[in-house]
């Protein structure tokens, strides 16, 4: 009699023994064959590091899992787009039984992918089609790992396609335009002309305590300057001194405001200036609305 409850007992449960032996060799390789940085990665300000696909193949080794892909009918194949939903189904590769499945998928409309098909470049949706397929079968093998291994509390998916610079602290991501002209763009994405305009913009919300979202039009601020900053001034482009001495002194000696915020418009994109005096022009003038509130 206790024999067969014990072999049902295997059919049909882990104890927790086995349960803590299993979380133990996935630390346990992670530890001693994982590298940070190619089998996952780590994001600061996140509690557990990111899975990436060779580690998820290196957790598929080590249960001896094979993935089988199957697409799903909500894929959406056709001229214009691409968008690939894949099924993932772990099987053992001894036993042949299912150990757990996990749905990823991939679209020619996701920003990467759509701004490679724009008019500046040659390719196609065609040219793209393996490589959603391949990020939308990636997506699920991760998912479908996490889940059958019971590897969530140590790994985490949310960022599995991330750049591997964005990894490991190595490249902060920058925060986007809330709305506007360039809603969604990062400060990365504009022209050093649009930067000044949107620093002069963002920086009167950051100053006004009514807003809500003062703290993060403050953190927009700061990465436009830290992305102004960073730019590489032409060494061909001196400035014209007397041009911009000119627009400064028109700010300071104006007592309307519009007339100061003009001239910061024209001195922050006037192409005879060089991008530090731009640079100059716009924050005097940022210095000079904010005192005359």
């Not at 001894?94 to 679209?107: A, N």
């Not at 902060?172 to 913009?201: I, N, S, V």
Request: negative net charge; charged residues 30%; hydrophobic residues 35%.
């Amino acid at each position: 009699m206790n024999e067969m409850v014990e072999t049902q007992q295997k059919l049909t449960w882990l104890t927790a023994s086995d349960i803590k032996a299993q979380v133990q060799l996935i630390q346990e390789v992670m530890d001693a064959v994982m590298q940070d940085g190619h089998h996952y990665g780590t994001i600061p300000g996140t509690p557990k590091p990111t899975l990436l696909k060779p580690g998820a193949e290196k957790l598929g080794l080590t249960f001896r899992l094979r993935p089988e892909y199957d697409i799903l009918p909500q894929s959406l194949l056709n001229e214009e787009v691409r968008t690939y939903r894949l099924k993932c189904r772990l099987v053992h590769i001894h036993t042949g039984e299912s150990w757990g499945e996990g749905v990823g998928s991939c679209s020619s409309h996701e920003k990467k992918y759509f701004k490679q098909m724009t008019a500046e470049s040659e390719r196609t949706i065609e040219d793209l089609d393996n490589t959603i397929f391949k990020m939308a079968a990636k997506r699920a093998h991760v998912a479908a790992i996490l889940s059958a291994t019971a590897a969530s509390d140590i790994f985490t998916q949310d960022a599995e396609e991330m750049e591997a610079s964005q990894l490991n602290g190595s490249a902060p991501l920058q925060p986007r335009f809330p709305f506007g002209d360039h809603k969604g763009k990062t400060p990365k994405d504009l022209t050093t002309e649009q930067l000044c305009q949107e620093q002069a913009r963002f920086q009167e919300l950051a100053d006004d305590p009514t807003n809500k979202y003062r703290d993060n039009n403050r953190k927009l601020v700061e990465a436009i300057k830290t992305e102004l900053a960073s730019r590489p001034v032409p060494a061909v482009n001196k400035g014209d001194a007397n041009l911009f001495e000119g627009y400064c002194a028109r700010m300071r000696a104006s007592k309307d405001p519009l007339v100061v915020r003009e001239e910061q418009r024209l001195g922050a994109s006037d192409q005879r200036l060089s991008a530090d005096q731009q640079i100059a022009v716009n924050d005097l003038g940022v210095e000079l609305l904010a005192r005359k509130k």
